[in-house]
């Protein structure tokens, strides 16, 4: 079983609402990754968790707070976000001694 | 910094062969990875070089030279379903991150 799920499929939010998208995986993987994606563009890495730990934050805006509660699921929520923020957020998975990452469908985030 | 450069789009018939170019100019490099995104859909891992050399599945194939910061994917027969954007990949750290390229829009036509 390679697969990512990510819930929801589609959030559409104000810039004062609270949410969160969910990642989870069963592959055992300890490596969990969140990038966005603008259309017609490549993913953006924005947090690297490695065995639960936060070991990359590309110096993303503190309005995304990732979290790893264990390590099948990986959380990223969402406050006073802006319409910029608008994207497709993607989760992906690796495991050890291989560069392969496997994504998730995503969450087609609006920011209105 | 880190670069990597593909052809923003390719167009060709079914039952083609179509290659994609990458150049990657890296402070590191551990490899090489394809991923193909259809519209709408997640990226998927297609193919992956740390040496050099052609590395195939199915009709898919990657290759890769390390002297030349260059590699390329090879897609045979090419089918309808094939139309998608392909993101040449490096890990150029350490850290199993991956920088992408800004990805070549493949377009199949009957």
């Known amino acids: 079983d390679t697969e990512v799920t990510q819930t929801p499929k589609h959030l559409v939010m104000g810039m004062t609402n609270k949410k969160s998208l969910k990642c989870e995986q069963h592959?055992?993987?300890?490596?969990m990754y969140w990038y966005k994606q603008k259309a017609k563009k490549p993913p953006e890495l924005m947090f690297v968790y490695s065995y639960e730990k936060l070991s990359i934050n590309e110096s993303v805006p503190s309005r995304f707070s990732p979290e790893c509660p264990n390590s099948s699921l990986l959380n990223l929520h969402l406050h006073a976000l802006q319409p910029e923020d608008s994207a497709l957020y993607l989760c992906?998975?690796?495991?050890?001694?291989?560069?392969?990452?496997?994504f998730g469908p995503g969450t087609r985030l609006t920011v209105l | 910094g880190q670069s990597l450069e593909q052809p923003s789009e390719v167009t060709a018939v079914e039952g083609a062969i179509v290659q994609i170019n990458c150049t990657y100019q890296?402070?590191?490099?551990?490899?090489l990875s394809w991923y193909q995104q259809h519209d709408g859909g997640a990226p998927t891992f297609l193919s992956y070089?740390?040496?050099?050399g052609l590395e195939e599945t199915g009709r898919f194939s990657s290759f890769l030279s390390r002297s030349d910061s260059y590699g390329y994917l090879l897609l045979q027969e090419l089918q309808m379903k094939d139309s998608a954007s392909y993101f040449c990949a490096v890990r150029d750290s350490g850290y199993s991150t991956l920088t992408f390229g800004k990805g070549t829009m493949l377009l199949v036509s009957p």
């Open positions: 070089n740390a040496l050099d």
């Open positions: 890296t402070s590191g490099f551990y490899g």
């Open positions: 592959m055992g993987h300890r490596a």
């Open positions: 992906a998975s690796r495991g050890g001694g291989t560069d392969t990452q496997y």
